[in-house]
């Protein structure tokens, strides 16, 4: 087998599993071809750049979220301790300054002598390397048109969107109160702001979200969305009280200065340290700019507000990865090809850092002339790779991490926890967590 490792995509996969590589003395080259050849999305030439969320989900232990990072700190993931470097106010949240983020990641690239960095589109799939392929959501038309022909299958699309970003000095704080859910933030002050609606102004509100006018679609009518990551306005189309049980939800919030419940609030959360700017928390949509600026200022405090991102749509290319890929992410026909990130059809920036770490592990297992080794099931890792390798190739959808995607509790346990969630939970997590340590130390 080769010992020469290519990584296509320098995104949070990409990124990450080039480090893992380093770390363990093994020569890569990482191809990323921004900025000679941009996508849809992204704004910089910057590994890592986040060009959704800035969010990585949540910190609250026992959390199907909590126990993926858990687990990758214990690998020893870079890219998290990046993140907490950058962190930000979130809440619960882990979330980032996405610039010190992005930053921080490529600085530790370009200081690592073991990763030469090309910025250049890879076009093909070199056979006699091991290569991971994690060019992500936006893989060019070229080498997309290479993975299809490689792995024999067609291609599968589905929309994927971007929240709008405003300038935090033009948020009416008149109007907008500083407050988390139930009072949960990192200091007690609230970590978010709030821009609270009465019934009126939710009815008028939604009325013009119906009304307004989309950007044509570049994808066919019949693509699905990803149904955890949907437009506004597909989510108002649904129904008229769809948004307040969805992204618009008040409950857990108490406006100061009414001292009760509003009928509905938009959040912001904090986009960066100095606190310039917040974006709309699950406000992606697929509007005109115009009739985003429109709409988005009717939401009372964002009257005047200055937007430095609108929403977007984009395309999200992954392939059938239950057809293609064994547990341990190799392609089936050509097991020196990986893939890793969302081109796997995992669905999350966690996610898509675990399954660059992965990728790498067992990358450097084939290098050195091993078998690699697919994580325990009983792991939030292990269950995401049996995901990608397991769901029906029928019917295969990206997924985030969740406690469904984990193997039940025995008869017994479930038994004795059948009253207490939480009390489930936690087991779940401490049996993940002692399998990985198992796992580690055989």
């Avoid at 990482?30 to 990585?56: D, I, K």
């Avoid at 370009?110 to 250049?120: F, G, H, K, T």
């Avoid at 430095?308 to 992954?318: A, F, V, W």
């Avoid at 939030?380 to 985030?400: E, T």
Wanted: aromatic share 6%; glycine share 8%.
């Amino acid at each position: 087998m080769p010992a020469e490792i290519h990584i296509l995509g320098g995104g949070l996969a990409g990124s990450e599993a080039a480090l893992q590589l380093a770390r363990e003395g093994r020569r890569v080259t990482l191809f990323e071809m921004r900025p000679g050849r941009g996508t849809p999305a992204h704004r910089t030439s910057r590994l890592g750049e986040l060009v959704c969320s800035n969010s990585l989900k949540t910190e609250q232990p026992n959390a199907a979220p909590w126990l993926l990072k858990e687990e990758l700190r214990r690998l020893g993931s870079f890219l998290l301790r990046a993140a907490q470097k950058a962190r930000v106010p979130g809440g619960h949240a882990l979330t980032v300054d996405r610039e010190v983020f992005a930053e921080e990641v490529t600085r530790m690239v370009a200081e690592q002598p073991l990763i030469e960095v090309r910025r250049e589109e890879a076009c093909r799939i070199d056979e006699q390397a091991i290569t991971i392929v994690a060019t992500g959501p936006l893989t060019s038309e070229t080498l997309a048109a290479a993975i299809a022909r490689l792995t024999g299958s067609d291609r599968l699309f589905f929309h994927d969107a971007i929240s709008p970003i405003v300038d935090a000095e033009t948020v009416d704080l008149a109007v907008a109160f500083r407050a988390s859910r139930y009072g949960k933030s990192l200091d007690g002050t609230g970590d978010y702001l709030n821009c609270p609606l009465d019934r009126g102004q939710y009815e008028a509100f939604v009325d013009a979200l119906l009304a307004a006018q989309s950007v044509e679609a570049h994808i066919p009518d019949d693509v699905p969305y990803f149904e955890a990551c949907l437009p506004i306005e597909e989510l108002a189309r649904r129904g008229r009280e769809t948004l307040r049980f969805g992204p618009m939800k008040p409950k857990g919030l108490v406006d100061p200065r009414t001292g009760r419940m509003p009928y509905a609030a938009v959040q912001l959360r904090q986009e960066n340290l100095r606190a310039q700017s917040y974006n709309l928390v699950g406000f992606q949509n697929h509007l005109k700019f115009g009739e985003q600026a429109r709409i988005l200022r009717m939401i009372p405090g964002l009257e005047r507000a200055e937007f430095l991102r609108y929403g977007q749509i984009h395309r999200n290319t992954y392939i059938n990865a239950p057809a293609l890929l064994t547990p341990t992410l190799q392609l089936r026909t050509k097991p020196q090809v990986l893939f890793a990130g969302q081109i796997s059809g995992v669905e999350g920036y966690v996610e898509s850092i675990a399954t660059g770490l992965l990728a790498a592990r067992h990358a450097a297992a084939l290098a050195a002339g091993e078998e690699p080794r697919a994580l325990p099931r009983e792991t939030a890792l292990g269950s995401l790779c049996h995901y990608i390798s397991g769901a029906d190739p029928r019917n295969y959808q990206p997924a985030n991490i969740a406690f469904d995607l984990l193997p039940p509790l025995d008869e017994a346990a479930r038994r004795a926890l059948r009253h207490d969630k939480r009390a489930r939970h936690a087991e779940v997590c401490r049996r993940a967590l002692d399998g990985l340590e198992e796992f580690l130390h055989a």
